[in-house]
């Protein structure tokens, strides 16, 4: 079974930034692609950003050029820089397979104020 464990969330002004983390544990036979999903309030959960094993990423439409995905393979992290951040970037965020494959975490809340 994999567990995620999301961090690094908060509240921050419109325009500031965050870094997310993610660490990824269990029984897993390679730390997979990867993706950042949000849930708004209201809202079905959305994909963000995914990224390869090798690191190829993808962003969805609205983050492009403000959000980066990262991973450390050896230690099973990822990581999504948030630059620009805007209030309809205030969601709980996610991470799982790129597929949502494994159990959810908890989240961490993002919250921006205008």
């Known amino acids: 079974q994999v567990q995620l464990v999301e961090s690094g969330g908060g509240l921050v002004q419109a325009g500031g930034s965050l870094r997310l983390s993610c660490a990824v544990s269990?029984?897993?036979?390679?730390?997979?692609?990867m993706a950042w999903y949000r849930q708004a309030p209201g809202k079905q959960r959305e994909l963000v950003a995914s990224?390869?094993?090798?690191?190829?990423?993808n962003y969805a439409d609205s983050v492009k050029g403000r959000f980066t995905i990262s991973r450390d393979n050896r230690k099973k992290t990822l990581y999504l820089q948030m630059n620009g951040l805007r209030p309809e970037d205030t969601a709980v965020y996610y991470c799982?397979?790129?597929?949502?494959?494994?159990?959810w975490g908890q989240g961490t809340q993002v919250t921006v104020s205008s």
């Open positions: 269990g029984n897993i036979f390679s730390f997979n692609a």
């Open positions: 799982n397979h790129n597929t949502g494959l494994y159990t």
């Open positions: 990224i390869t094993i090798g690191g190829s990423t």
